[in-house]
């Protein structure tokens, strides 16, 4: 039995696999309970991670600070690369106001944090894990400690900063979304109503492409080619089918239109007047229905990585005359094809022709599912070499003792989120399945949480015996309750933002998942989830940011 209490007493890499393997296990169980429908989910592994390093078993410090900046790296980078398409999406839909508002709720926060290290004899290294903790911001927390580290504050300060964030952490969990609650009420919101408005004012908004059936009318485009019709609208349109002389056939641009020809047409919502002036006015013939016709529709995937560094047009194997691109589909953001765009691995391409045509297609594509279960990581590994890179870039600030850094956390999201709009450009694909990215990011959470509790437990007694834990949490309760509840009303009753805004608002100002759950809950829609997208990358970067800046500033 000796060996076995040496195994776990005394430093190794054995005892480090085998307690962090206990902790991560152990807490992502426990995580899975629920109070009053709420879970604290991969936070358990923190609290383990407490218990443990304060009931005195130590680990390398070396090992395990390298695994805490390891993991916090793999967590920003997975996601970055999973946030950014509808990130950048959403900066075409008037982010600034949306991005304002949430990045109110970080300087009001860092306000109060201010306003309690002025007024009270709290140190600044635990008020900023205390305001990591409020708004369950973990790379927050991290970047907080590395600033300690550069002042060489002491092992014990950067203890003090991850004490206080795993003291806060839960109530501010339950804070962020009794704050959801408490809005609720004051917005007095009936659910289904909301959900209406919402219905309403998609069919308004929406702009994603919408087929229609037109009827050829128009004398001024008898007799010439669809590219006649192409050239007059400043946007791209595809024709997917066309009726001519009782034959459906998938036209080129160099087909000849004819009166009472009927055509098919893919184009976006706010085009479809035009083309009723220039083609006519919509026909009751449905050609998706039509009996005669031996044209099929299929989805196409895109697996053929040779593909995807060339637009659209330059594609010979695409120019052919027997099928039609008419939709394409990347990130939940649908559009239409056209010569320009460059495919992205993973892209849902409709594709409407013949059969033999559809299977060309879908050979020049790939369309083998099978080819995307098995990620290609080098460029993943590329990606986090260079926000590395970019994280240790000093910026010197006023008369910082030392410069301010991105860090480890500020410049892995950054880069994550360029490659995954814009990757493709440089060769770096960074398409990863769902599944694939969540590991990741769970793999890279865990370690984090961990590495973080196993090296601050020992000061655990300490916090609690002094009676500080308790003054940490009500300064926390401030830190998330008074951010939230008054950014949240500006942005509902000055900016005429919705419940559901509001809530997806509030959760990526907090970088909150259990309160996005929670949102999407009540929602049952996909509202709550853009302007959480839409926010996020920038919340974080103004947390991280903003932790190093009150230790450097304050801590001199």
């Known amino acids: 039995m000796n060996w076995f209490i040496k195994l776990i007493t005394e430093q190794s890499i054995p005892q480090t696999v085998i307690i962090y393997g206990v902790v991560i296990a152990l807490g992502i169980w426990l995580g899975k309970l629920k109070i009053s429908g709420i879970s604290l989910g991969v936070t358990w592994i923190l609290f383990l991670g407490l218990i443990i390093s304060y009931l005195g078993i130590n680990l390398n410090p070396e090992t395990e600070h390298f695994l805490k900046e390891f993991g916090l790296i793999l967590f920003v980078y997975s996601i970055g690369l999973q946030v ?3 990130f950048f999406s959403s900066l075409k839909k008037n982010a600034a106001v949306t991005n304002g508002l949430a990045a109110g709720v970080v300087v009001l926060g860092v306000l109060i944090t201010v306003l309690f290290f002025v007024f009270t004899s709290t140190p600044i290294t635990a008020l900023t894990g205390v305001m990591s903790g409020a708004v369950t911001n973990t790379p927050g927390l991290g970047a907080a400690q590395d600033a300690a580290k550069d002042l060489h504050m002491g092992t014990d300060a950067a203890s003090f900063v991850a004490l206080a964030y795993a003291v806060v952490y839960p ?4 804070a962020i979304i009794l704050s959801l609650v408490i809005l609720k009420k004051i917005f007095r919101v009936d659910l289904e109503k909301e959900r209406e408005l919402h219905r309403k004012l998609d069919v308004i908004k929406s702009n994603r492409p919408v087929s229609v059936h037109l009827l050829v009318s128009n004398p001024q485009v008898e007799g010439k080619p669809l590219r006649t019709i192409f050239d007059l609208l400043k946007e791209p349109i595809v024709v ?3 009726l001519q002389n009782g034959e459906v056939i998938t036209p080129t641009p160099q087909t000849i239109v004819h009166k009472d020809d009927v055509l098919l047409v893919v184009a976006h919502k706010d085009q479809i007047e035009v083309l009723k002036m220039i083609i006519g006015e919509e026909s009751v013939v449905n050609l998706k229905e039509a009996p005669q016709s031996e044209l099929i529709s299929r989805i196409i995937v895109v697996t053929q990585s040779q593909v995807t560094h060339k637009r659209l047009g330059d594609l010979a194997a695409l120019h052919q005359h027997d099928f039609t691109l008419t939709r ?3 990130a939940g953001v649908e559009m239409v094809p056209h010569g320009d765009i460059v495919l992205q691995l993973g892209d ?6 013949t059969r033999e045509g559809v299977e060309q297609v879908g050979k020049a594509l790939g369309n083998e599912m099978k080819r995307l279960d098995v990620p290609d990581i080098a460029p993943i590994f590329i990606g986090i070499v260079a926000g590395v890179l970019l994280g240790s870039i000093p910026f010197f600030i006023l008369n910082m003792p030392v410069p301010v850094k991105i860090g480890l956390a500020g410049g892995p999201l950054i880069i994550a989120l360029l490659l995954s709009r814009y990757g493709n450009k440089i060769y770096l694909n960074q398409f990863t399945t769902y599944s694939a990215n969540l590991m990741l990011r769970e793999l890279g959470i865990a370690l984090f949480l961990a590495s973080v509790g196993l090296s601050s437990g020992h000061n655990l007694h300490q916090a609690f015996s002094g009676g500080n834990a308790w003054i940490w949490i009500g300064m926390g309760l401030a830190i998330t309750f008074i951010p939230l509840l008054t950014i949240g009303m500006i942005a509902h009753f000055v900016f005429r933002k919705t419940y559901f805004e509001v809530c997806g608002l509030l959760a990526g100002a907090s970088t909150d998942p259990p309160a996005l759950a929670f949102a999407n809950q009540m929602a049952k829609n996909e509202v709550a989830n853009v302007t959480y ?9 103004l947390r991280i940011i903003a932790a190093q800046l009150l230790i450097l500033f304050f801590s001199r």
């Open 328 to 330: 394409l589909s990347r």
């Open 348 to 353: 849902h391409i409709k594709v409407v022709g």
């Open 84 to 86: 950014g398409p509808g």
């Open 240 to 242: 997917s089918r066309m």
């Open 533 to 541: 997208a839409t926010v996020y990358p920038l919340t974080m970067i």
């Open 171 to 174: 109530f501010g969990v339950f």
